[in-house]
């Protein structure tokens, strides 16, 4: 029996675009590979509100995040981590040889824009490095704010982490000063994993062509000079049955559900199962900066999630258990994508009646 | 209309294949996920004829090939080009600051095993890097030979670019002492693009263990710690899709076709494309060292290709022109992954036709 997938990634994908996984390649040298990726990035463009070039990447998230880090960190990278994902970006940094420190906040909690500025008023930094949607918190920090202060500065390059929300949460990319903001296929865009893709500012090409041996694979100015000079074609072969599907779903982001319409969604998502978590358990993040596409919740109640996700998936759902040291501590919710909130209610009810809830 | 693909990938994929495609996902944490990659980690050591441990990696073929020379590469690589794709491997190591040194042999001829000698008795160096199938211009390299000669040296890392031709024609990893042998899934394996896969020895381990820098995603020691530690999960959410393709194709590959069976049916339709070639232009390559997966024809006729393609377009099929410097030199026709007799015949019946020829 499948199992309805709430978990942060992958999520349910829509049968339809499933079915676009399975449709015949074409070369990824034609001129049809050229005109799918520049409806991709035009697509693209709008979910992000920039003007920005668009680099697609067959990589998970993960990809994209080492390639930015090491594409675009000239002198030192300051890297704000507020949960796991965010100590993972630090990481990679260093096994690539790039200068960075790590600026943590305790598990729960957001980044503030003052923390922001302290670190950087020391003039040793540019780059900046931020998770929008912490994962294993279910924290959203403020980018917008974060974004007011880069700007007081000049030449900071500011790289976004917005693997788990973008699509599913409002992200202005030039209005909040992004250079790159990064995401994955299998979170709020709604497709199996196997791409993601970055909006890239001229700024952060100019950034790049300063920056020595920043390899090959990961190197967005590489990716962004070739789709330059070969027609939105890609230096290496793509996954051109997940562009199919992404083509597909972008289609239906803006034209058929509308982008103010997915947001909403999400919202309201969000809100029925924070109302539910802080009636039988409580909230594992700050109440000021909780994420709109999952949520973590605090086992008040000391719960076996590992028996209780058994149960659940018997009746065909699964959730997640607490990420790294929160394992048991917490568990996760994810309602993004294209979940409906008669998919999320239906597993509340199953929840409930497996717990022995009200 | 849909145009069969004669290029050297993507391939023309079976429909059944292409359904795999589209199954609903699972989550990447799952008992699930380890026994899919489990069993395609025990299906790829027979088409590879290896004990060593299978490297999945969720980029093209690229992506470990630059893993694998940035990761095992303690003191100086040798890279042996006879095309565009080797010398592609020495540009990745020189972006990493990987010190290495291109030995190039005329476009068309092989590398030999003397050559290979002279090289590695310098001392110079403690990894080698050698194309086994080149696609720009239809060499096949003998890497058993070349295997001979690598075994005389003490700590010589021996990585093999075999992305055009794995499950096409027979390599035997461990018999001819192959440390890293990478492919795509896009080319002989019969699958969409999107994952490439290796073996991993624990020659190649040992070395990584003592690379520094070896960055996070492509770094295939990471991989290799995290399947160990993780049960075969991997470190970021790979492409299901494929794995679910990949695994379906596999049991078709080793228990439907027969590995044998496949490797002679690549060998039979390579001979009908030579012979095609021999009697109306020419092969490019030295005839001693010819693929079994791709030939690139001559264009002893000086025939617009181009113009070829775009006829051959309107009754459903598509050859590639030539690589780089050798576009209007040549032109290239694969068959490989599940092309038959019949699909190969009908389109040399329909070139026959669009030229006039006999």
Sequence with gaps: MHKKLFIPGPVEVRPEVLEQ???????????????????????????????????????????LMEGAIRSCTAKRAAVFSVGAFGKR??????????????FEVEMGQAINAE?????LKTGK?????VTHNETSTGVMNP??????????????????????SAAGTKIEVDKWGIDIC?????????LPPGISLCTFSQR?????????????????????NYIQKKDYQYPSTPSISHMFALDYQLDYILNKEGLENRFNRHLELAKVVRNWAKKYFDLFADENHLSNTLTTVKNTRNID???????????????????????????????????????LEELLVNINDILGLD
Aim: glycine share 6%.
């Design 204 to 224: 952060a090409k100019e950034r790049a062509e300063k920056v020595k041996n920043r390899g090959t694979y990961l190197d967005l100015l590489s990716l962004y």
């Design 143 to 164: 980018i917008d704010e974060i974004g007011e202060i880069v700007k007081k500065y000049d030449d900071i390059i500011f790289i976004v982490d917005a693997v788990s």
């Design 182 to 190: 990064i995401t994955s296929s299998q979170k709020a865009l709604g």
């Design 305 to 343: 999630i590992s028996e209780l996700n058994k149960e659940l998936g018997k009746r065909g759902f699964v959730i997640s258990n607490g990420y790294g040291s929160l394992k048991d501590k917490t568990f996760r919710i994810a309602h993004m994508a294209d979940c409906t909130m008669e998919d």
């Design 115 to 119: 923390m922001v500025n302290d670190v």
């Design 125 to 129: 930094y540019d780059l900046i490095a």
């Design 21 to 63: 996984m399975a449709q015949p390649l074409i070369g990824h040298r034609s001129k049809e590979a050229s005109s799918l990726q520049k409806r991709i990035s035009n697509n693209l463009r709008k979910v992000f509100f920039t003007n920005s070039e668009i680099l697609l990447s067959t990589t998970s998230g993960s990809g």
């Design 89 to 102: 970006w630090y990481d990679m940094a260093v096994s690539n040889n790039v200068p960075a420190d790590l």
